[in-house]
């Protein structure tokens, strides 16, 4: 004869595993999500601040098309600071796209204290990545308690059946 418990144990012990996975992906999906906007939003305000601005070479433009939504434009440029050349990539909107070629001098702001840190003046608002971060958050949240809810279904099923199963072992 197989011993069920043994057998039962062994599954909530794998589903109890892999909720903790499911758990663990979601807090470093939250962490890494949420940690590039809020480290951008630091550099801008430093840029902001204490910012110097400078004219930088474009030497790359790159449209990217998706879906609407997912439309990138992306120039590349490069800019001398103190002696040291930096190359940087940076997202643009559409209209900043049309408005400068490859190998126009455009306006930058740089950090003095860490030159690699640079963004055109005006740049700075980039609100899809903060819907991406709530839709994430959102469907995480619902995968978990989806699972979360199933589990505990089960259990109170199991729980259920070997009552009855006592009760009616009383009753003999």
């Known amino acids: 004869m197989v011993n069920k418990k043994k057998i039962n144990g062994w599954r909530d012990y794998a589903m109890l595993v892999f909720i903790s996975l499911c ?11 949420h940690y590039s906007p809020i480290r951008s939003s630091w550099e801008i305000k430093a840029l902001e601040e204490r910012g110097l601005e400078k004219r930088a070479f474009l030497y790359s433009t790159t449209y990217s098309s998706g879906t609407r939504a997912a439309e990138t ?16 990539t940076m997202d ?21 204290e860490n030159p690699k840190i640079s963004d055109m003046p005006g740049n700075w ?18 995968i978990m308690v ?16 070997i009552q009855n199963e006592k009760i009616l072992d009383a009753d003999l």
Not at 127 to 141: G, K, P, S, Y
Not at 146 to 161: A, G, Q, S, V
């Open 23 to 33: 758990f663990l992906f979601l807090i470093w999906g939250l962490f890494h999500i």
């Open 73 to 88: 434009y992306t120039f590349r440029y490069s800019y001398e600071v103190d002696g040291k050349d930096y190359k940087r």
């Open 92 to 112: 643009v909107d559409a209209s900043k796209y049309t408005i400068y070629e490859k190998g126009d001098s455009i306006p930058i702001k740089y950090l003095p």
């Open 125 to 142: 608002a980039n609100e899809t990545r903060w819907m991406q971060m709530i839709i994430f958050d959102i469907i995480a949240v619902l």
């Open 146 to 161: 989806y699972f979360l809810f199933n589990y505990r279904k089960k259990k109170r099923k199991e729980k259920e059946k």
